[in-house]
């Protein structure tokens, strides 16, 4: 199961190259499909990653309006703010009601802050499609690659 997150990294980052090479749009960070790739069966957690990294810009942008964010300052933030919630969520929405349990957490702990700033550079829209369809080819390539055992 290791070598799957290295497969699926590796892969993300040559897809994410393509994308960006030839469409000029980016994934949400090189690394951010092969993540996703390989949480594409829980859609809970894309949702929850997409939520976080929506929240992350959102908190940020308001942020701006009182403090001076630009460059290095912004990109530090935009991780270190997406980092904060994703740990909130990982921490504090957990239910658990007799037979019921709803465990809500993202992909991975600085994920949430590279999609902020992918939004924040290219938009919501162009992103989130863009992310979502690396991902998928890189799910798509790890299926064949490893016959199946991906989607176990």
């Known amino acids: 199961m290791e070598y799957l997150v290295q497969i699926s990294i590796g892969l ?10 030839f469409l000029g ?29 929506m929240l992350t810009y959102l908190i940020v942008c308001f942020m701006m309006f009182f403090m001076v964010v630009y460059g290095r300052r912004r990109t ?4 270190l703010v997406g980092f904060l ?24 702990y600085i994920i949430p802050g590279l999609i902020a700033i992918w939004i924040d550079r290219q938009g919501f829209l162009e992103t ?9 080819i890189v799910r798509m390539a790890l299926i064949l690659i490893t016959g199946g055992e991906v989607l176990v």
């Open 85 to 108: 919630i994703g740990t909130f969520i990982r921490n504090y929405l957990s239910f658990k009601a007799n037979a019921f349990e709803i465990d809500l957490t993202v992909i991975g």
């Open 76 to 79: 530090v933030l935009m991780i």
């Open 12 to 21: 993300g980052l040559f897809v994410s190259l393509l994308f960006s090479e």
């Open 25 to 53: 749009l980016a994934a949400g960070g090189m690394v951010v499909p092969g993540y996703f790739a390989l949480n594409l069966a829980d859609p809970s957690l894309v949702i929850m990653t997409l939520a976080a990294a």
């Open 128 to 136: 989130v499609s863009t992310l979502l369809l690396s991902s998928v």
